[in-house]
């Protein structure tokens, strides 16, 4: 666990997490969980309440070194964010990017289910949490505030897009 500055970090949310998951409980982030959704663009626009419900609906996932967590061109049903450990994000066989915790990938799978556009693989043992698409569907369903929040945040990046010079 993190040395204790009273300051919310990325790995004193996943030990905090990570303690709390019981092994006979699917899904649920525990009291970290929220905090650590709300570093996500996409949930940043949600109340401390939805983010509670959206972390409720989260899980704790493993993969060890080397494993591929999303395969391109696959068919998009997760988000992941990475708690802990590297992943490099890869076009073909092109690198396109690394991943690193408190980044994101698969946002676009929570809204429209497509297939993924590149793969990532685990460049270290990672710890993600993750979000099914079924999950998430659930929440907005009892939650249509959810789907509120995530919309002004997909306004505001359109706009920004809109904003944007041109070369």
Known sequence: MAKTTGRVTLSSIV?????????????GLGRGG???????????NL????????????????????????????RGDSFF????GSATVKRGTRTIGRLEPGDF??????????PRSASVIATTPLVTV????SEFSKAIDDNPEIARGIMAELASRVRRLEAAPVH
């Open 130 to 133: 993750r979000l099914m698409r």
């Open 47 to 74: 109340s401390t309440r939805h983010l509670r419900k959206l972390a409720s609906r989260c899980e704790v996932v493993r993969y060890p070194a080397n494993r591929t967590i999303v395969r391109q061109d696959a």
């Open 34 to 44: 929220p905090d650590l959704l709300k570093q996500v663009p996409l949930f940043a």
């Open 105 to 114: 990938f698969g946002e676009m799978a929570l809204l429209d289910g497509r």
């Open 15 to 27: 030990g905090e997490t990570v303690a709390e998951v019981a092994p006979a409980r699917p899904h």
């Open 81 to 84: 964010v990475i708690a802990d």
